[in-house]
């Protein structure tokens, strides 16, 4: 065990495995993030040195294989699929019908590794590549965005590069809509709008083809995942700046601690695992 | 090999994914005729028509492995298509990559451009050894992506089945070593929209 490298054991109840968090360097991480969900009454456990679980992050020095035994988000209590924006429902539950765990979640989050210290030191990121490796957690990733949008009129689905052109193009293929990608700018050959967005340090661009979708249409937006919705938020604006309804946007991780939700406002957000 | 001479010919859907792609003059660079795949995504049918081609061809021939380059200069194309397939025929989705964005432990491979190198990663572990893949790009030119993308897949012990590219031209087979390649549709050469 590495110094400094301490950790904190949670038993979020009598029957589920322990929820890993380990300290590193001063700053803690959380090999799960569960602790929105309203269900989990923690309890503080054991503090410890030695190596608790088969699923404490390895330290950055180590870069890992595809081992399914490490690195893995802990598909655990079930993780609400969350919807906000509509201002007559709870903030974080999702609609009544949609109330009760849909049980292919857990396979989704499960197959989701999360490489720590990618890519810069704190950050834990969220490498959906696994996920598309496990045919039936990618098909059903997909499935529940066709679920809920086959019947909504949705005629664009927008992608965001890199990552949202994996996701958007089956879903829009289901459905029966257009993708359109938006895209960083100059890689878009035609006549092109354009949004500036602001980044941690810094601003950047996000580009679409004019003439790609028309006012009046009925628009989701998808990425893989939502951290402080910048980009989801340029998003919206390059489409509503042509007259397109955005009905919702898409993602299959949200970064809650990082509060995109709160950044796209009415608009809602719809994930699969938070 | 084109479709039209191997079991498609006269099959009107080749003719809608044809039309569908938008000839853009001069882009990136002077005097290149870019073949825009983005018009083709707008219209459902094709889109759809070019997805359904490449899952009939392979949806029988045990492939396990749907591997897309995401690096081809400018682009991140091979992204829109790849996935689609592997979820129709069940096979997982590997996406090669530009170096530095994959997070995990990779494999790269360097390719040659007109003007310098540049490399394409894997993830380790992705494949397993013996596993049939199938490579799949809206667009083969030179072949150089597709061929280090191969070498890519077989230095992971995978059987690389086929090379797939929407557009193409049959001088992108010259640097596959033998490995078929399938090809939809010829770069149209006017511009149509």
């Known amino acids: ?274 | 090999m084109f479709a039209a001479e191997n079991g498609l010919r006269g099959d009107p859907r080749l003719q809608g994914i044809s039309k569908a792609i938008r000839v853009v003059p001069d882009f990136p660079i002077p005097g290149i005729m870019f073949q825009d795949i983005t018009t083709l995504l707008l219209d459902h049918k094709a889109f759809k028509d070019t997805v359904d081609i490449f899952v009939d061809r392979y949806r029988d021939m045990g492939i396990s492995v749907v591997a897309a380059n995401v690096n081809v200069g400018i682009e991140a194309r091979g992204f829109v298509f790849g996935p689609s397939i592997a979820l129709a025929i069940g096979a997982k989705f590997v996406p090669l990559r530009k170096p530095n964005k994959l997070p995990g432990e990779v494999i790269s491979e360097a390719y040659v451009l007109e003007y310098g190198t540049d490399r394409l990663e894997m993830h380790v572990g992705a494949i397993e050894p013996g596993e049939r893949a199938l490579v799949i790009d809206d667009l083969v030119a030179t072949g150089g992506t597709l061929s280090a993308a191969v070498r890519l897949l077989e230095r992971m012990g995978a059987e690389v089945v086929e090379c797939a590219c929407v557009v193409g031209l049959p001088e992108g087979q010259r640097r596959l070593d033998g490995k078929p390649l399938y090809i939809l549709v010829e770069p149209r050469l006017s511009v149509n929209y």
């Open chain 1, 1 to 274: 065990m590495q110094p400094g490298f301490s950790i904190l054991c949670f038993q979020a109840s009598a029957d589920l495995p322990f929820l890993v968090f380990y300290q590193r360097k001063g700053v803690m991480h959380a090999a799960a993030s569960l602790l929105n969900s309203s269900n989990l009454s923690l309890r503080f456990a054991s503090q410890t040195q030695t190596r608790l679980s088969p699923w404490i992050a390895a330290p950055s020095s180590v870069r890992l294989p595809l081992n399914r035994s490490q690195n893995y988000r802990i598909a655990l209590p079930p993780l609400h699929s969350t919807v906000s924006g509509d201002s007559t429902q709870p903030q974080q539950m999702a609609s009544a019908d949609v109330k009760a765990q849909d049980p292919r979640i857990a396979g989704i989050s499960s197959a989701i590794r999360v490489i720590p210290d990618f890519p810069k030191p704190g950050i834990m990121f969220q490498d959906i590549t696994t996920l598309l490796l496990d045919t039936k957690a990618f098909r059903d990733t997909i499935d529940l965005f066709v679920e809920r949008y086959k019947d909504k009129n949705i005629s664009v689905v927008a992608g965001i590069e890199a990552r949202g052109f994996i996701f958007g193009p089956p879903i829009a293929l289901a459905i029966g809509a257009k993708f359109v990608p938006m895209r960083k700018p100059k890689k878009l050959p035609g006549e092109v709008i354009s949004e500036e967005y602001s980044l941690e340090y810094g601003k950047d661009v996000m580009e679409m083809h004019v003439g790609a979708v028309q006012a009046g249409e009925r628009a989701l937006i998808v990425d893989d995942l939502v951290a402080t919705g910048g980009t989801l938020s340029a998003a919206i604006r390059l489409l509503e700046r042509v007259g397109v309804h955005v009905v919702e946007c898409a993602c299959v991780i949200e970064l809650p601690e990082l509060k995109g939700r709160e950044r796209l406002g009415e608009k809602p957000l719809f994930v699969l695992v938070s």
